[in-house]
């Protein structure tokens, strides 16, 4: 069965630091484009970050520099590092697959993990 | 930036209702719309790839169309899980941006 599972989340003060975690199965997670997704309390989709399969790294303007996508393709499972919180990190962060059609990759995402929560308050 | 207006954001409707809901698009993105359906705590879960195609598994009274700017989603027969709130993503271009959702919620 294709599943993404993340961990990691949690309360941490401004200005902390935290590891998420996203593992695959059921697909290999180097050989997908993989992204973060983020969802603050009542509002909508943001996308975080992506890694493509070879490697290329990418971040929306709002955490670049901050937070850090990587993957550990022994243990098939997706990264984020997020240093310097702010409470506007505050949210559901989602792991999620791209899609791939044909040989082709694209930006849309047909798998999802549940979600994991971070908190940052004082 | 590809500017998208999702609407309505909030349609209230009935079970059996035939519902549509909106996309557009501020420059054209040929068919590389996808649409999500999330329910409240749960994942957002794929509907709908390159405007039209059904996601396996995704029910049949789902369907999407639209080209270019402009992009519908219908629910032909509204059923009692479909009550959830609704994104389209643009994914012409990188990293693909989604719209503000629809919640349709019970009349």
């Known amino acids: 069965e294709v599943q993404l599972v993340e961990t990691g989340g949690g309360l941490i003060q401004p200005g902390g630091s935290l590891r998420l975690s996203c593992a695959a199965s059921?697909?290999?997670?180097?050989?997908?484009?993989m992204s973060w997704v983020r969802q603050a309390p009542g509002k909508g989709l943001e996308w975080v970050s992506v890694?493509?399969?070879?490697?290329?790294?990418y971040y929306a303007d709002s955490v670049k520099g901050r937070f850090t996508i990587s993957r550990d393709n022994s243990k098939n499972t997706l990264y984020l590092q997020m240093n310097s919180l702010r409470a506007e990190d505050t949210a559901v962060y989602y792991c999620?697959?791209?899609?791939?059609?044909?040989?082709?990759?694209?930006?849309?995402?047909?798998?999802w993990g549940k979600g994991t929560t971070v908190t940052v308050s004082s | 930036v590809i500017w998208m207006t999702q609407s309505p954001s909030l349609l209230s409707a009935s079970t059996g209702d035939r519902v549509i809901i909106s996309c557009r698009m501020s420059?054209?993105?040929?068919?590389?719309l996808a649409w999500y359906q999330q329910k409240p705590g749960k994942a957002p879960e794929l509907l709908i790839y390159?405007?039209?195609t059904l996601q396996s598994g995704v029910p049949s009274r789902f369907s999407g169309s639209g080209s270019g700017t402009d992009f519908t989603l219908t629910i032909s027969c509204l059923q009692s899980e479909d009550f959830a709130t609704y994104y389209c993503?643009?994914?012409?271009?990188?990293?693909?941006?989604f719209g503000q959702g629809t919640k349709v919620e019970i009349k």
């Open positions: 993503q643009q994914y012409y271009s990188f990293p693909g941006t």
């Open positions: 890694i493509y399969s070879g490697g290329s790294t």
């Open positions: 059921g697909f290999t997670v180097s050989s997908n484009y």
């Open positions: 420059q054209g993105i040929s068919s590389y």
């Open positions: 390159a405007a039209s």
């Open positions: 999620a697959r791209g899609g791939l059609v044909r040989g082709h990759y694209y930006y849309y995402m047909d798998v």
